[in-house]
């Protein structure tokens, strides 16, 4: 083993040291890193987690004026266009689903037929994600539709389901619950699981209904959301990728519905006490009822907004600092509090106008300090975070500048609250220079500790396409849950200013070296075959090109 890479090996065992890099670390390198202040961060997240901005959601009016705000930041500080044609834009095609019409239930026992209302007596689980019509169909009582091998438990086994209609109980059996947590249940007891599950048994559609013993009878979903969440804040797909309708009808009922279905007043109860002890012998005999469904669907599409802006550096290799700029709007999705809070605005201060200032102050300090860096850095904010990592993800399949001219992505979310003075860095085991870049860089800002991560970085933010999909390096410093997260009172009042200073300062360090740096990153991923900007492997794992014109031997260092 070379010297370098015996370095490289015990940095990501855990055991290098700041002392190695002594000469290195006298003193910060970055250009202009004292313009960076609590006053400047301050305003920025002031100004993007107001309660006039809404709470930012994506593809709303507020959202599209956060965009525009960060151009103008960037603009003035002297940073260049880097978006689409010119611009500082990159257009970003969201979709969605709306019902075409209100969907429609109703049923017959006998010659007596009832309707359900929509938004009285049920609503779409996933917003308006089907189109069906269903005349005349058998309805058939699934229980919680759980087929659980280690627990012998399984309540749709001997049930003949193919075309019928299911109507079943939310969660798993009442006793199986653990604790108090919001979700106390495992995995059996997701709508995808009862979906696929009832799916392969061959079933026409889903009638799912909160029985009165889950989680103790308090439960926030017992009376339906009014109107439905899921039509509020509609789940958003990027646009192209053929979501037609397609899956399962599937309504969330309400009690009172589902005891008619069953044909009387507190029939659910009972029925729910007999299932949560494993007794499917009184199961509800529902052959007498036939039910009619009709829903349509159809596909809108939006225009939202990445930011993109630039400085160009001496090659074109490029550091890429991205944040998010959306968030969650009225709470209507993603929201951990929507049994008190839904309809209230979630400001989102750290998550992420926390991020989305980190990125304003650095390019503002390396844009006014007149310095031109080694590689140039690219300054991205991201719509569409919290629908699914849109925004990045649109990106990474219509990348700005080329992927293989990228060195690595630093990705910027909540970072504003740094709980006991310490901020998590991962990602670095996805490369050994980053994370001696990253080793070097924290002693020079003592007032906050850093920790590391042996393991791939988590699929929770902008960071994860450039990583799986682009297959290249990257940092995300992170703050970690927090009680504040996803609720309505993550206020900018409530963010640790003091400690996210010096914070920014070391991540502006961290790009200035890997600028500077006339080495090239590795990448230790699951992207097989990226290359770097000097045109090798980046991953020192993969077996070089059996051409001997071409086999190279792969360094990664700092020469």
């Not at 947590?181 to 696929?196: G, I």
């Not at 009165?212 to 926030?220: A, H, I, K, M, Q």
């Not at 102050?361 to 991201?382: D, N, Q």
């Amino acid at each position: 083993m070379k010297p370098i890479r015996m370095l490289a090996a015990l940095a990501l065992c855990g055991v290098f040291f700041s002392g190695v890099y002594a000469n290195d670390t006298a003193r910060p390198s970055a250009p202009n890193i004292d313009s960076i202040t609590l006053e400047d961060i301050k305003a920025d997240v002031y100004f993007m987690a107001s309660d006039e901005m809404a709470g930012r959601e994506t593809c709303l009016p507020e959202a599209l004026i956060t965009a525009s705000y960060v151009r103008n930041r960037m603009e003035r500080a002297g940073v260049k266009p880097a978006g689409e044609d010119g611009t500082w834009y990159q257009t970003v095609k969201l979709a969605h689903r709306e019902w075409d019409g209100k969907p429609a239930i109703s049923f017959t026992r006998g010659d007596k037929t009832t309707t359900l209302h929509y938004e009285e007596h049920f609503v779409g689980t996933e917003g308006a994600s089907v189109n069906a019509e269903l005349k005349d169909a058998e309805i058939v009582f699934a229980g919680y539709a759980v087929a659980d091998l280690d627990k012998g438990y399984n309540d749709i086994e001997g049930l003949d389901l193919k075309g019928k209609i299911a109507l079943i109980m939310r969660y798993e059996p009442t006793p199986w619950r653990v604790g108090g947590r919001r979700n106390p249940f495992s995995r059996s007891s997701y709508l995808q699981s009862k979906e696929a599950l009832l799916q392969s048994a061959g079933c026409a559609g889903i009638l799912m209904v909160t029985g009165p013993e889950s989680l103790g009878g308090n439960d926030n979903r017992l009376s339906l959301p009014s109107p439905g969440a899921a039509e509020k804040s509609p789940p958003l797909y990027l646009a192209g990728e053929n979501r037609e309708g397609g899956g399962l009808p599937f309504f969330h009922v309400s009690l009172a519905a589902a005891d008619l279905l069953l044909g009387g007043g507190g029939e659910l109860q009972r029925v729910q006490k007999e299932f949560d002890q494993g007794d499917f012998k009184q199961r509800p005999d529902l052959s007498n009822v036939k039910l009619h469904l009709s829903a349509k669907s159809k596909e809108v599409v939006r225009e939202c907004r990445n930011v993109a802006g630039k400085i160009e550096g001496e090659l074109d290799e490029w550091i890429i600092f991205g944040a998010h700029h959306d968030h969650l709007g009225l709470g209507y999705f993603g929201a951990r509090d929507a049994a008190t809070a839904m309809g209230q605005i979630h400001n989102g201060a750290d998550d992420n106008a926390s991020g989305v200032a980190t990125v304003l102050e650095i390019a503002e300090a390396l844009a006014k300090s007149g310095v031109k860096p080694r590689r140039g850095f690219l300054f991205l904010t991201f719509t569409g975070e919290e629908k699914g990592l849109l925004g990045s993800r649109w990106y990474c399949d219509k990348p700005l500048i080329p992927h293989e001219k990228a060195i690595a992505m630093i990705n910027i979310d909540m970072i504003g609250r740094i709980p006991n003075k310490k901020l998590q860095l991962q990602g670095t085991a996805s490369s050994a220079m980053l994370e001696r870049v990253c080793r070097e860089s924290g002693p020079l800002f003592p007032e906050i500790e850093f920790t590391f991560s042996d393991r791939p970085p988590m699929a929770a933010s902008d960071h994860w396409p450039f990583y799986s999909v682009a297959g290249m390096p990257v940092v995300f410093p992170f703050g970690g849950t927090n009680a504040e997260m996803h609720t309505a009172i993550d206020d900018p009042e409530t963010i640790n200013y003091r400690d996210m200073l010096p914070a920014v300062k070391c991540l502006y360090e961290v790009a200035w070296r890997l600028s500077e740096d006339k080495g090239y990153p590795d990448y230790d991923g699951p992207v097989k075959g990226t290359k770097g900007p000097n045109g090798k492997l980046r991953n020192p794992k993969e077996t070089p090109p059996s051409d001997p014109n071409e086999a190279h031997e792969e360094e990664f260092s700092s020469k």
